[in-house]
């Protein structure tokens, strides 16, 4: 069964410039997060869609920042225009069932450099 | 504030030397403590889950264990290949499905 994929795996760009970043979850999982680590910090939560709906978006850092999830299947994160604090890497995620306990399965990982 | 603190930040240790790392959390309700290894440019991989205090999971060399205010993985025997990263998490029973995390342990084991 192939794991969570996320593309590109490595991005540099300048400030002021757009990227998107894109996560293919697990088939059959309903829910797909966004979490992003910043040099030096733990990882921190971005959003949770449960299908296309956005479930909790609260830690989203603000409007420069879209996600998408159309359809319910993979999903984009677009940063627009990305500033140097936007560098670290940003994890996808997703879980088959909110239930008790909640697993969720991490996938490798898209690097952002913005210099 | 729901949070989590892992301890030590780093750990080294002989082939065969066992030790175990602490994750202390403070939630309001825990619906579940997670486990992951991370790797060097990867993604958290998952361990285990524990939902209760009392609960215990194993997985060849590593343990975890849970109390109504820690957890502990204890890693028994290491070899140079459990050398990673350690992170813990917690979702709250209080709020949404989000983890918080730890900032981890560092490990390194020396043949």
């Known amino acids: 069964e192939a794991g969570v994929t996320q593309f590109p795996s490595h991005s540099v760009i300048e400030k002021g410039q757009t990227v998107t970043l894109r996560c293919d979850p697990i088939s059959g999982h309903d829910n797909l997060y966004w979490y992003r680590r910043v040099m030096g910090k733990e990882i921190k939560f971005l959003l949770h869609?449960?299908?296309?709906?956005?479930?909790?978006e609260s830690g989203m850092p603000n409007n420069r920042f879209l996600a998408e999830r159309t359809g319910g299947t993979y999903s984009t994160l677009k940063v627009q225009p990305a500033e140097l604090e936007d560098s670290g890497v940003y994890f996808c995620a997703s879980s088959q069932h909110l239930s008790s306990g909640n697993t969720i399965y991490f996938g490798e990982g898209s690097w952002l450099t913005v210099v | 504030e729901d949070q989590v603190t892992q301890s030590p930040e780093a750990l080294r240790l002989q082939e065969g030397e066992s030790s175990s790392l602490n994750c202390s959390y403070t939630?309001?309700?825990?619906?579940?403590l997670f486990w992951y290894r991370q790797d060097p440019g990867k993604g958290p991989e998952f361990l285990f889950t524990l939902y209760s205090a009392g609960e215990e999971k194993e997985k060849e060399r590593l343990k975890a264990t849970l109390t109504k205010k820690e957890s502990f993985l204890h890693i028994t025997a290491p070899k140079p290949e459990d050398s990673a990263t350690y992170l813990c998490a917690v979702n709250s029973a209080s709020g949404t499905y989000k983890y918080i995390f730890g900032t981890g342990t560092r490990l390194k084991v020396l043949a």
């Open positions: 869609f449960v299908k296309e709906s956005k479930q909790d």
């Open positions: 939630v309001s309700g825990l619906r579940g």
